[in-house]
């Protein structure tokens, strides 16, 4: 009697404790993260990638071998430093010869002016008084004389400008066979090793201007109407985790139909030698100075920026 009665006190007990542990706690429930309204005008990045100034492929002017190759990839050089040359041998020869030429046609310019001159003197003193001291026909071919040493003379003196363009076009080419640099630039790429057969045209190398960069990036088809050129922008590089400064150059007139953006093109006002031509780029608009943006978070939605 005494285990059976202290069994139903103890059910009877148990009913409220298990009403109160079954009960949901109060929670204040957390407020609603809805979508973060749009960003001010300088704080959206628009993707890009950095591009050189200026980027040229040197190649050969003609067929021949290329006798030398004196630079690197990396290579930094003045404007005007020669970079490589042809062979220069068979270009030489054809300039004795074309020289040599030029001389004969001078050599014979002045004997056709002695012969003109002679004429033109014969036939002043022929038509002198007295008056028929010779015939007619003495007369006639002292003129036809004249004529015909003057029209000698004529062709002497073309012959030297033709001898001359000749000897100006060999040495032209021998001015091009030395690939110089059109301005301070960084050797990208070399192609061709000393020795080489080339033909012309073919590309030797590939030269990029130094310090000089710009920067290509797109703009949403939305926000284009507020970027004009002049106007000031921020340039920010992931990879070196700068920002730079920089001006609007171009815009583009028209918008790309698969994409709905409008492409622009920035200067990049104050490069370093850490930006290389390639580097992908966040572009803001607006002068304003901007933190890099924040990682996202592992498994979190990423930020909606306008460049991505």
């Not at 790429?189 to 057969?197: I, K, P, S």
């Not at 960069?213 to 797109?218: G, H, I, S, T, Y």
């Not at 918008?255 to 622009?264: H, K, L, N, T």
């Amino acid at each position: 009697m005494a285990a059976l009665l202290g069994l139903s006190v103890l059910a009877g007990c148990s009913n409220p404790v298990e009403q109160r542990s079954g009960a949901a706690p109060s929670v204040t429930p957390a407020p609603s993260a809805g979508p973060s309204p749009a960003g001010a005008p300088q704080s959206e990045r628009f993707l890009g990638v950095v591009l050189a100034n200026e980027a040229v492929e040197l190649s050969t002017p003609f067929e021949g071998l290329l006798a030398r190759v004196g630079v690197q990839p990396g290579d930094r050089l003045k404007a005007g430093t020669v970079l490589a040359s042809m062979s220069l041998e068979p270009l030489r020869n054809e300039e004795q010869i074309a020289q040599a030429q030029l001389e004969q046609a001078e050599a014979a310019q002045h004997r056709a002016e002695l012969e003109a001159s002679e004429a033109t003197e014969r036939l002043q003193r022929y038509v002198k008084p007295p008056s028929g001291a010779l015939s007619t026909d003495e007369l006639s071919e002292a003129r036809y004389r004249e004529k015909t040493a003057l029209t000698e003379l004529a062709s002497a003196r073309a012959s030297i400008r033709e001898r001359r363009a000749a000897l100006a076009q060999i040495r032209q080419r021998l001015a091009e066979a030395e690939l110089r640099a059109p301005f301070d630039c960084v050797v990208a790429m070399r192609y061709l090793d000393a020795g080489a057969r080339v033909q012309a045209g073919r590309p030797v190398l590939r030269i990029i201007q130094a310090g000089g960069f710009r920067v290509r990036f797109a703009l949403p088809e939305e926000r284009s109407g507020r970027a004009t050129v002049g106007l000031p922008v921020r340039i920010f590089l992931p990879t070196l985790g700068k920002e730079l400064p920089g001006r609007l150059e171009s815009i583009s007139p028209e918008v790309d139909s698969p994409s709905r953006m409008v492409f622009a093109m920035a200067t990049l006002l104050s490069p370093d030698d850490t930006v290389r031509a390639g580097m992908v780029a966040r572009v803001s608009l607006g002068g304003a100075g901007l933190s890099p943006p924040a990682p996202s978070s592992a498994g979190g939605q990423p930020g909606k920026n306008s460049g991505e």
